[in-house]
């Protein structure tokens, strides 16, 4: 009985055509206990053999059986494989990283006037000549050389087909042998398609899997294939066996042990692989998809490098070795990284190894280091001298053994998964008759593979990558720049020899050139003139309007007038002096803004529900000469700021008029943004950069007279100046909620519906609480809306999907940039496809200003590499005031540039994809906070070991170490009168340590990744806790909630706000604002408020 017909019987019984591995367990092809059971009585029938059934069962591979039965399972000479094989087979296997499909090569040539029978004759004579194609493989052991193996040839007549159906079959082909999985147990591991193009031109296909063959082997089945064709001798050879024996005794040496320690020590200070910009953790790859990039490079070319190289006294491998590494480092966010280099390994003592087909191949693991600034000849140099001493050790080390030892060493599971190397041996094809024209390998566990081949054209560059890893707009660039370099080398560039900043591939330089040629004429009209004008022009038209009041452009003239007299003639302000504006929302803060900025003073709006130490900080740190509140009330807030304090309310109404102002001033006003001391830092803007945001919004949002905006925003957020002074430059009406309502999305709505408002402008929370309101005439108001714009956090499509229910024409744009380069200078209009992808990008660059994506070495990333954001053009701020702190001001190619901090990636589109930051900086709300602020203002209270504080599901979360029992409530209470509101943790927890990292640092990733015991699970104790308890364990489906429980903790945001706002309004009809709910965050806190809230209204009762 031989294994082949137990194979036949088992196929048989089964119902199964195709082939089985022998590895494979039975049950998983269908086989169960019926099965097994006439297994049983087949194999007595036909060959008297009594097996008990349990015995099959537990044998259930073929591997097995054969075993049990006493089947010789496979003839031939056993030999030992090479470490090369063995991480081969170690590759394939499904458990391993990107493993599951063996390493395999395709390989193709054209020949003329072909006789497919003397073909197929010269194919089987070249297996049986070459033994590695007649190994089959077992394990991670050995494998067997085959006395005769089976050659899978298969031909197809094309000639019939048209030219597009031949190219369409012949790449059908091409997919098929490259996706082909060898059955590495039974062979033939090596398989030939030949295709009749015409009635002269055949295209013969070859593919093998990666143990048989290697790339040097490709050019010698070419030669022996011809030389067996043409009837002529092929050169004598070693054995396969003979090589693996040889290089085994090469490993006895005593003292390869130290020279791998010393290998092993010297990669120790580079990274085990570039950081590419993947799609996803490789971990994460179950059945992975090889895509090829390819590209030629012209003989001519190649010949140019080659002469350029000899001149310069380099080989042409260095220079393509270091314009590989180049353009990956390019893409990466590291500069020092490890590329895996196949060479050939072929002693030449061994004789005959020449002409050996067979994996004679080991890898060297090459450390590219692109982090220091020298020119490209000088780089190919320092390579070049790398390489002949890493080639030495490749001769004395397996590279299996060094990865092994790396892998030990970085404790990482992926070591240098992207490999290099070149089969090119000088350009000859011409004087040979089969002439390769295309390679493509794949390599399991490898996420990237360059390879160098001759083809009839000059040199094929193709890169293999993994496709759900990489997106191929990467990979096309990765590719663009090695050829760019190359073409600039060969040319004789010498700007190239001493350059460091490698230029961009064509094609991404003009995008990037492109998308920031933004250069306009801006309007030559001041904001002083044009709001003249506009007072006469709409003279009786509303300007402002509130809910108790409103000012037309004539009283909005005539106030500034008023304000003139009050600051300039009263109190003597001059040029340079500095105003600090203390008022709530409403008409009269809109028009001191206005004001203000007409007679050019320079002004600070400051939130009245500041903490007066913050308040305290502007006036001292600025030097603000006064401060203008509207009433005594709250005057007597700030009474203890040391500066002029001027109310409107006693000054306004025997103001008299006056008409001069002051000379205009290059700067406008003043912005606060966080620091990190926990107070603010404060930005100048200029006219400059506010007139080009003005105009630029007016033209491209379609923005006009007749507009009417809605003034949602605080006017301490720079997104508020276009509400303000934006919407009276063109002559439009702004309706503002005034400051004890302008978190109530009840009275946005009668407000919103009464004035007819066409543009909303705001951070993305605040138009998500409108349209989650559920109000009667939420659909009626939305769907007036024709602009709106968005900005200071990421605009979720959710509320995309949710404004276009009501609203299909309305435009949504989606704006950014930081205060410091003046309120948007970047847009984006949403679009259906935006939806469809689910990601809006962050956009294109206004008139007048341009986006420089970095990376590292300053130097402009390519499209699809991320990179820190580099702000130029009209909007760019002066910086701060009453700090030396302009660190991220800075230059680039001589202009004055923002660095944001924000990470984006240039896209082939023309536009900007935002990806966040990297520091601890974060956005709530459309706020900026810096984390580190918070932290330091939590250290210094009294009984505080330490403290630390994150970001966590968009809340900030405090952690801290304290000497006694510290109560939450007493933090919070000293941090409200040092933090703006918005700045104060949501939760505090006390831990016993906190987690520090090896360099000694708190370790923010772990304090994220702690889960924290939710509230105590204390019972309610009124039915009012009992009946918010019930409404948050619906909201939340959860099945119990502690009344200390935290609304934060449960994933509460202004959505679910809004939800529980609604049912409390039902029930109880008391009006809340999520606001409410979130400074109310716990079960008990909530209760208590709601109680509060009904015996206020029934006092009024």
């Not at 000054?651 to 006003?669: V, Y």
């Given at each position: 009985m031989s294994r082949k017909e137990l194979e036949g019987i088992i196929k048989k019984l089964l119902g199964i055509e195709y082939e089985l591995d022998d590895r494979t367990s039975l049950i998983k092809y269908g086989g169960d206990s019926l099965f097994f059971g006439r297994l049983q009585i087949e194999l007595k029938r036909t060959f008297g053999l009594k097996v008990p059934i349990q015995q099959l069962f537990q044998n259930g591979t073929i591997e097995q059986l054969c075993k049990v039965l006493g089947i010789e399972e496979h003839n031939g000479e056993k030999i030992d494989i090479t470490d090369l094989q063995t991480a081969y087979l170690y590759g394939r296997k499904p458990e391993m990283i990107l493993g599951g499909k063996g390493s395999r090569a395709y390989f193709s040539f054209e020949v003329e006037d072909v006789d497919i029978a003397r073909l197929q004759k010269a194919i089987k004579n070249l297996v049986e000549e070459q033994e590695a194609l007649r190994c089959t493989f077992h394990e991670d052991q050995y494998a067997n050389v085959q006395e005769s193996q089976a050659i899978d040839f298969t031909y197809y007549d094309l000639q019939i087909l048209s030219s597009k159906e031949k190219d369409e079959k012949l790449e059908e082909i091409r997919k098929d042998l490259f996706e082909r999985n060898f059955n590495i147990n039974k062979g033939p591991l090596i398989c030939f398609v030949a295709t009749r193009i015409d009635d002269k031109k055949t295209i013969v296909h070859i593919c093998h899997d990666g143990l048989v063959a290697d790339g040097e082997s490709h050019q010698i089945i070419l030669k022996e294939l011809e030389n067996l064709y043409y009837g002529k001798q092929n050169a004598s050879h070693c054995s396969f066996s003979e090589y693996t024996h040889y290089i085994k005794d090469m490993k006895e040496n005593p003292e390869?042990?130290?020279?791998?320690?010393?290998?092993?020590?010297?990669?120790?200070?580079?990274?085990?692989?570039?950081?590419?910009?993947?799609?996803?953790?490789?971990?994460?790859v179950m059945k992975p998809n090889v895509g090829v990039v390819a590209r030629i490079i012209p003989e001519d070319l190649y010949f140019k490098i080659c002469e350029k190289g000899r001149e310069n006294a380099v080989t042409p491998f260095s220079i393509l070795l270091t314009a590989f590494g180049k353009a990956l480092a390019k893409y990466s966010d590291n500069s020092k990284f490890l590329l895996n280099l196949p060479v050939s390994y072929r002693p030449m003592e061994l004789e005959g190894v020449e002409n050996l087909v067979g994996l004679c191949s080991n890898f060297i693991l090459f450390g590219f280091d692109d982090s220091y600034s020298i020119g490209f000849l000088e780089q190919i140099e320092d390579n070049q001298n790398k390489l002949f001493s890493s080639r030495e050790e490749g001769m004395l080390l397996s590279g299996t053994d060094v990865l092994k030892k790396v892998k030990q060493t970085k404790k990482e599971e992926i070591i240098a998964p992207v490999v290099f190397t070149s089969t090119v041996g000088g350009l000859r094809q011409g004087e040979a008759k089969f002439k390769k024209n295309m390679t493509l390998s794949?390599?399991?566990?490898?996420?990237?593979?360059?390879?160098?081949?001759e083809v009839p054209e000059g040199i094929l560059f193709t890169l293999s990558y993994i496709k759900e890893?990489?997106?191929?707009?990467?990979?096309?660039?990765?590719?663009?720049?090695?050829?760019?370099?190359?073409?600039?080398?060969?040319?004789?560039?010498?700007?190239?020899?001493?350059?460091?900043?490698?230029?961009?591939?064509?094609?991404?330089?003009?995008?990037?050139?492109?998308?920031?040629?933004?250069?306009?004429?801006?309007?030559?009209?001041?904001?002083?003139?044009?709001?003249?004008?506009n007072c006469e022009i709409y003279a009786e038209k509303y300007a402002f309007i509130d809910e108790q009041s409103h000012m037309t452009y004539q009283e909005l003239k005539e106030f500034s007038d008023k304000l003139n007299f009050i600051l300039l003639k009263k109190y003597s302000l001059k040029h340079g002096d500095k105003v600090g504006l203390y008022l709530p929302k409403g008409v009269e803060q809109a028009a001191c803004e206005v004001a203000l900025a007409y007679l050019n003073i320079v002004f600070l709006p400051i939130d009245v529900e500041f903490p007066v130490k913050i308040v305290e900080h502007c006036v001292s740190a600025i030097g603000l000469r006064m401060i203008l509140t509207d009433t005594k009330e709250h005057m007597e807030d700030i009474a203890a700021?040391?500066?002029?304090?001027?109310?409107?309310?006693?000054?306004?109404?025997?103001?008299?008029?006056?008409?001069?102002?002051?000379?205009?001033?290059?700067?406008?006003?003043?912005?606060?943004?966080?620091?990190?001391?926990?107070?603010?830092?404060?930005?100048?803007?200029?006219?400059?950069?506010?007139?080009?945001?003005?105009?630029?919004?007016?033209k491209l949002f379609s923005i006009t007279s007749k507009d009417v905006a809605f003034g949602v925003t605080n006017y301490g957020h720079d997104m508020s100046i276009f509400d303000i002074l934006g919407m009276v430059y063109i002559g439009g009406t702004t309706v503002i909620?005034?400051?004890?309502?302008?978190?109530?999305?009840?009275?946005?709505?009668?407000?919103?519906?009464?004035?007819?408002?066409?543009?909303?402008?705001?951070?993305?929370?605040?138009?998500?609480?409108?349209?989650?309101?559920?109000?009667?005439?939420?659909?009626?108001?939305?769907?007036?809306?024709?602009?709106?714009?968005?900005?200071?956090?990421?605009?979720?499509?959710?509320?995309?999907?949710?404004?276009?229910?009501?609203?299909?024409?309305?435009?949504?744009?989606?704006?950014?940039?930081?205060?410091?380069?003046?309120?948007?200078?970047?847009?984006?209009?949403?679009?259906?496809?935006?939806i469809q992808n689910n990601n809006i990008p962050y956009g294109k660059p206004f008139p007048n200003t341009q986006y420089y994506i970095l990376d590292k070495k300053q130097e402009l990333c390519p499209v699809g590499k991320e990179g820190q954001m580099y702000i130029a053009g009209d909007g760019v701020t002066p910086g701060y005031v009453g700090t030396g702190e302009q660190g991220k001001f800075t230059e680039y190619k001589g202009l004055r540039v923002y660095c944001s901090g924000d990470y984006g990636v240039y896209m082939r589109t023309g536009e900007i994809l935002f990806r966040g930051r990297k520091d601890r900086q974060i956005k709530i709300n459309g706020k900026r906070i810096e984390l580190d602020g918070i932290e330091e203002k939590l250290n210094s209270i009294k009984g505080i070991t330490k403290g630390a504080v994150i970001c966590k599901d968009k809340r900030i979360v405090a952690y801290y170490v304290a000497e006694d029992k510290t109560e939450v409530n007493n933090i919070?209470?000293?941090?409200?009168?040092?933090?703006?509101?918005?700045?104060?943790?949501?939760?505090?927890?006390?831990?016993?340590?906190?987690?520090?990292?090896?360099?000694?640092?708190?370790?923010?990733?772990e304090l994220e990744r702690m889960v924290p015991k939710t509230g105590e699970q204390e019972k309610a104790e009124t039915e009012l806790e009992d009946f918010v308890a019930r409404i948050c364990e619906n909201i939340f489906e959860v099945e119990k909630i502690g009344v200390k429980e935290s609304f934060y903790n449960l994933g509460g945001d202004s959505v679910t706000a809004m939800r529980i706002a609604a049912i409390i309004k039902k029930e109880f009809n008391v009006h809340m604002t999520p606001y409410d709910i979130f400074e109310h965050s716990t079960i008990r806190e909530l209760a208590s408020y709601i109680a509060k809230l009904r015996s206020d209204i029934n006092e009024k009762v």
């Open positions: 390869y042990s130290e020279l791998l320690n010393e290998k092993v020590k010297r990669l120790s200070e580079f990274d085990t692989k570039p950081q590419l910009d993947a799609l996803k953790d490789a971990k994460e794949y390599t399991s566990q490898v996420w990237l593979e360059g390879l160098l081949t890893l990489f997106d191929e707009d990467v990979i096309n660039g990765i590719v663009d720049v090695f050829i760019t370099i190359l073409t600039m080398f060969g040319n004789k560039d010498k700007e190239l020899f001493e350059m460091t900043d490698i230029p961009l591939a064509i094609r991404d330089s003009e995008i990037i050139k492109k998308l920031n040629d933004t250069t306009e004429i801006s309007s030559s009209i001041s904001f002083r003139e044009k709001l003249k004008k700021v040391t500066t002029t304090i001027v109310t409107l309310e006693n000054e306004i109404p025997s103001a008299e008029i006056g008409k001069e102002a002051l000379e205009e001033n290059s700067e406008t006003m003043l912005i606060n943004t966080s620091g990190t001391t926990g107070m603010p830092k404060t930005v100048i803007l200029t006219w400059r950069g506010i007139m080009n945001c003005i105009n630029a919004t007016q909620p005034n400051q004890h309502n302008y978190k109530n999305p009840e009275i946005w709505i009668d407000l919103m519906n009464k004035y007819k408002v066409t543009v909303w402008i705001s951070v993305p929370a605040l138009l998500e609480m409108l349209l989650y309101s559920d109000l009667e005439k939420l659909p009626e108001v939305v769907g007036k809306l024709h602009r709106v714009i968005q900005g200071g956090d990421y605009l979720h499509i959710d509320i995309v999907k949710k404004f276009r229910k009501w609203n299909q024409k309305g435009k949504i744009f989606n704006v950014g940039g930081p205060t410091e380069t003046t309120m948007w200078n970047i847009y984006h209009e949403v679009s259906g496809v935006d919070k209470k000293i941090l409200s009168g040092i933090l703006p509101e918005y700045m104060i943790p949501t939760a505090f927890y006390e831990i016993k340590r906190l987690p520090y990292n090896r360099n000694k640092k708190v370790d923010y990733r």
